[in-house]
């Protein structure tokens, strides 16, 4: 297990330290919350498609049919934002943090004014493909120039900020998405109301500074110290300087060239080989364990777990999200307190119970679903051709009418309870219509069942769980273990594999549930999470407190201690023995 030291400096009162230090220097503050609108970005996007995909499927009827069209709209932006991610990685280092930020924003309003104004899925997926390109080079973009522009005493908290606003992000996108479910063109202004804060943000970065460290490294001294006094006190100004200057002379006597970058040597470099191994790890373990799934397809896994309204499961899947950005706060109290390692070990412990919940809630759910009967005289024409022509249909559920593909088939509940024996009838507008009429639900994506509170609550715990330690952890960690010279592609390199990760999730999840089912989908994502936390005990260092260019010591330093509660000794007093 990669271990490090923690200096002293860095105790229980971090927490306390960082309002003090940003009270007393707002500066600070203002550039981490203005770079956070791109993680506010990053969360919005990626969540208003699981709602607004409810009404697109309504207004697009080739969308309702076929599933893989549906994987496709969400995950056209997860695709976009690989290449954004590995393009984001080459433009940090060539033009520098806050010039990409800006690249983002322009990508992001572009995107959401041709979604807003789609006529059909083929524009749609082409606005999310520029939404993702957006998102791509703010994910890795914002908490890295949040981090370069960070005390180190405070820095988990800041970049944790920016963590917090994906969730805020995410949870905003769900509120919008309620406030428009009456509006006329719904969904339209779900995906069109993104292109607010991308502006606000180009118009706030082109007010701040490029990242210090940046400039520094491309030999635009007097600029990077002029911009490191208004971060650091006065006291400390002069020792940041001085490391940042030692970490890149060491650079360009290693390099010869210090502005060429050799990827061989890259790889073949100790410390960034152990560095990319943890971060690019993290990176994909992040999205393996099935975030993105809750955070996508959220509003879905309500109905599958029973509940039938639109409105109903955006209301509930608007608890989710609140919890992710509770976590998130958690996350910044704990951070700079409780350090990375042990944030992620009991995050990946309670997201593996949680999984275990679901997986076992959605087995009762689709084992003990609500019997069929034959149709009533008024539903009598309407009935599924599938479940009429069947040999055996007395042993037909709920689960397997919703199966029917000849055509789609849904359940029309009991009019006294929805867990009595329904009704299988062709799915269309008119037999919803007709369903509703009766004072009866009309289920399509889930059954009914008793179980679906349970689901919600397995859901809760999963976010609970998540949220403040593999949500915004492995973010600050590939914020700040790389060496100056490769941070910006290695934070690509690990942004390219986070979003690879996520494509693959969400590009399969809904084939799964169907292939599978939706408990052993779950069961696959908890085996998952049990390799991350051992992955996480044998190869994620611990960061915290240390000094950006300290961490490439403690790198260098690499020991196995697997006694992870237990108090390294400081990194200063190893490099004095």
Known sequence: MVEGGVPTGTDASAFKECFSLTWKNPYVLRLAFSAGIGGLLFGYDTGVISGALLYIRDDFKSVDRETV?????????????????????????????????????FLFFIGAVIMASAPGPALLIIGRVFVGLGVGMASMTAPLYISEASPAKIRGALVSTNGFLITGGQFLSYLINLAFTKAP???????????????????????????????????????????????????????????????????????????????????????????LIAGVGLQIFQQFVGINTVMYYSPTIVQLAGFASNQTALLLSLVTAGLNALGSIVSIYFIDRTGRKKLLIISLVGVIISLGLLSGVFHETTSHSPMLRASESQFSAYTCPDYSSATNNFAWDCMKCLKASNPGCGFCSAASDKLLPGSCLISNDTVKDLCHGNHREWYTRGCPSKYGWVALIGLALYIIFFSPGMGTVPWIVNSEIYPLRFRG??????????????????????SLTQAIG????????????????????????????????????????????????????????????
């Open 69 to 105: 069209l549906q994987e496709s709209i969400v995950s056209m932006a997860v695709a976009g934002a690989i290449i954004g991610a590995a393009i984001g990685g080459w433009a940090n280092d060539r033009f520098g943090r806050r010039s990409a930020i800006l690249i983002a924003d």
């Open 518 to 577: 939706t408990s052993w989908t779950f069961l696959i994502f908890g085996v998952i999470s049990v390799v991350a936390l051992i992955f996480v005990l044998i190869c994620v260092p611990e960061t915290k407190g240390l000094p950006i260019e300290e961490v490439e010591k403690m790198l260098e330093l690499r020991s196995l201690h697997y006694k992870f509660w237990e108090k390294r000794p400081d990194l200063s007093e190893k490099n004095q023995v």
């Open 489 to 510: 592609v290695c934070g690509g390199i690990a942004a390219t594999a986070n979003w690879i990760s996520n494509l693959i999730v969400a590009q399969s999840f809904l």
């Open 185 to 275: 063109g719904t969904w339209r202004w779900m995906l069109g109301v993104a292109g607010i804060p991308a502006l606000l943000q180009f118009i706030l970065m082109l007010l701040l500074p490029e990242s210090p460290r940046w400039l520094y490294r491309k030999g635009r001294e007097e600029e990077a110290k002029a911009i490191l006094r208004k971060i650091y006190p006065a006291e400390d100004v002069e020792t940041e300087i001085h490391d940042l200057k030692e970490s890149i002379d060491k650079e360009i006597q290693e390099e010869g060239n210090s502005e060429k970058i050799n990827f061989i040597k890259l790889l073949r470099t100790k410390t960034v080989r152990r560095g």
